[in-house]
């Protein structure tokens, strides 16, 4: 298949969510037929998401006294006359709001993010994560650590640390992660017999400080996890239980 | 709909928190960005009267931060200030504990960007607006808009490193 011909601005737009319907399918089409139009994709979500994450946590950061206090001051010393103003529009009223459409493309930014990824540094030792369907699974030392790791007993030196397990809105199970061998925090999820690959951060880990990176998460990775959740994250007993029962869906 | 000020405020407390983001994505640190929602916040309240009916607050508000921000530039210009370097750890509310490698180098990266180009990403790619919402926002053309987008993305993905 040759070289698809779209423009950076037609591709920006696609990770913008801007495009009309039909050319946004037939991006999302031939982005799995051309690995270099996939790399293009990649480069502007990724850009996105790296500079959507960047702020997202201040949002939820309480707001500072002074500035609650300079509107209610000047609300107060302002003799206003009423005003006619609409209400927001639903699209920005929801609060807090998320930075960009995360639901929409996340999980695809995250798989070519790392599908790039694979393809340049990890194939050659064996491979961490394989492609299955245009869906990222996990291979290897992530695979085990997934299927196995308790996050309150990580084997020593292990170069996966497991950070939280919670189950979907599906029932599905997922898991949070940290590999030393890929820089990387992500979110597995279990979908049919795998651990899909739905979200990745890269991380820079400094030596010995895999157990806290896992436990400390990046903020994109974060609101994937929320997007996700249902319920609390399971506690060990939980965990070993999905352990035992080998990630089968909660009934 | 027909709101007095008790309501605008409220309104207004409940955008606090976007306002902070943004002003943040044109600042330096959180505190220059606070200062910037403060000043924004009182511009706004002397200029009621400008709000058109029918208008939507928040693009009314993030429209008003755009001109304070922009002023604030133009009087440092005009008093010969140069931007303080990136060492600023003198400053009490730069702390680097609460900052995120990832906000640290981004935001060196944001401030690298010419003001026009800076808006653009930070209304679309750090608030999320559409197209149409954050050209309304800067009042320029949609067309001027992606071509300040495309050109501020390919600055920023320079220098973070993507190529």
């Known amino acids: 298949m040759s070289a698809m011909n779209y423009d950076d601005e037609t591709l920006m737009a696609y990770a913008d969510g801007e495009l009309d319907e039909a ?13 270099e139009l996939a790399r293009r994709v990649t480069r502007h979500l990724a850009l996105r998401t790296e500079v959507a994450g960047a702020f997202a946590t201040i949002v939820d950061q309480p707001v500072p006294d002074r500035l609650l206090a300079a509107v209610k001051v000047a609300a107060r010393a302002t003799d206003t006359p009423r005003v006619n103003v609409v209400s927001l529009p639903s699209r ?11 639901r929409e493309w996340t999980a695809m930014a995250a ?51 497991i950070g939280l397990t919670f189950r979907d809105q599906q029932g599905a199970y997922c898991r949070t992660f940290v590999s030393r061998g890929m820089s990387t925090a992500g979110l597995a999820c279990r979908r049919g017999g795998d651990w899909r690959i ?29 997007a996700r959740i249902s319920g609390e994250p399971l506690d060990a007993d939980g965990e070993a239980a999905a352990v035992r029962g080998q990630w089968k869906p909660a009934p | 709909m027909t709101h007095g000020p008790e309501e605008i405020s409220e309104r207004i407390i409940e955008l606090l928190p976007r306002l902070r983001r943004f002003a943040r994505s044109l600042s ?36 008003i931060m755009k001109n304070a921000w922009l ?30 490698a990832n906000l640290w180098s981004v935001s060196e990266a944001m401030d690298k960007l010419p003001e026009e180009q800076r808006l653009a990403v930070a209304l679309v790619l750090v608030e999320g607006m559409s197209y149409k919402e954050a050209s309304e926002v800067l009042e320029i053309p949609m067309g001027t808009l992606t071509s300040r987008l495309a050109r501020g993305r390919t600055a920023l993905a320079a ?5």
């Open chain 1, 23 to 35: 050319t946004r399918a037939a991006i999302s089409r031939d982005v799995g037929l051309d690995p």
């Open chain 1, 92 to 102: 920005t009223a929801r609060a807090p709001a998320r930075p960009w459409r995360l």
């Open chain 1, 111 to 161: 798989s070519l993010v790392l599908g790039i990824f694979v393809a340049g540094k990890l194939l050659p030792d064996g491979g961490e994560v394989a492609t299955r369907l245009n869906a990222l699974v996990a291979r290897g030392e992530l695979m085990t650590a997934l299927d196995s790791q308790l996050a309150s007993n990580p084997a020593p030196g292990a170069a996966v640390h």
């Open chain 1, 198 to 226: 739905e979200q990745t951060s890269s991380v820079e880990l400094g030596e010995g400080d895999l157990r806290q990176a896992a436990a400390s998460m990046p903020p994109a990775l974060l609101q994937a996890v929320e």
């Open chain 2, 28 to 63: 330096r640190n959180q505190h220059d960005a606070d200062d910037l929602v403060q000043s924004a916040v009182e511009r706004a309240w002397r200029n009621l009267a400008q709000l058109k009916p029918g208008a939507p607050l928040h693009s009314w508000m993030f429209g």
């Open chain 2, 71 to 100: 002023d604030n530039l133009r009087a440092a210009k005009r008093r010969g200030e140069v931007a303080l370097p990136e060492d600023s750890g003198d400053h009490p509310a730069v702390n680097p504990t609460d900052m995120n």
């Open chain 2, 159 to 163: 220098s973070l490193g993507g190529e």
